[in-house]
Nanobody, 123 residues
């Protein structure tokens, strides 16, 4: 059974930092891409960042480029999202996902999803 479990969300002031973690289990993720998406209240879920599990190729949404960094620790089966210089508009539930179809910004390519972790950025 594939499981993705996010952690690390919380409440921070604008300009602060958080690191989200996604513990992945249940299969080998070789050949997969791991992604982070977010959904703010009243808005559609949007792409944040993605990384290929084996090669470490990354892609970012323009809104977070230069502030967020996605990474993975293969030995720990964990993907991270380091979020720096947080802004109130980053407030959302952040979801970890896994795509068996490779690197993509499209959520339809992602087969497995975590339960989400809340990030709240105050002004």
């Amino acid at each position: 059974q594939v499981q993705l479990v996010e952690s690390g969300g919380g409440l921070v002031q604008a300009g602060g930092s958080l690191r989200l973690s996604c513990a992945a289990s249940g299969r080998s993720f070789s050949g997969y891409a791991m992604g982070w998406f977010r959904q703010a209240p009243g808005k559609e879920r949007e792409f944040v960042a993605t990384i290929t599990w084996s090669g470490g190729i990354t892609s970012y949404a323009d809104s977070v480029k230069g502030r967020f960094t996605i990474s993975r620790d293969i030995a720990k089966n964990t993907v991270y999202l380091q979020m720096n210089n947080l802004k109130p508009e980053d407030t959302a539930v952040y979801y970890c996902a896994a795509s068996g179809k490779g690197l993509s910004r499209r959520e339809g390519w992602y087969d497995y999803w975590g339960q989400g972790t809340q990030v709240t950025v105050s002004s």
